[in-house]
């Protein structure tokens, strides 16, 4: 099967092969992403989950977690900190 796909104007060919490749690359990143989430600690886990998986706001992540608003911001970027480098020591 081939499939051609527009990305920025631009054609790109895919084969079954290049399909495969890329659904296993992302099988693997999404098992090595879940493994960095769990090892976060569970008050940085916490916010990360709330913000960028549920989408709340900082105002109610804030409100759920009964902390201020600058706290959240710090936890988040502590949290992401944190599971970027889990992420490269595992590549």
Same mark, same amino acid.
């Given at each position: 099967m081939f499939i051609a796909v527009k990305k920025r104007g631009k054609s790109i060919s895919m084969n079954d092969e290049k399909i495969e490749n890329i659904i296993l690359l992302n099988g693997e990143l999404k098992s090595i992403l879940n493994d960095a989430i769990r090892s976060l600690p569970e008050i940085y886990r916490t916010v990360f989950v709330?913000?960028?998986i549920?989408?709340?706001s900082v105002?109610?992540?804030q409100q759920c977690l009964?902390? =201020?608003g600058v706290n959240v911001k710090v936890r988040l970027n502590r949290a992401k900190a944190d599971a970027?480098? =889990?992420v490269i020591c595992s590549l």
């Open positions: 709330m913000r960028e549920e989408d709340m105002a109610e992540t009964n902390i =201020s970027q480098g =889990s």
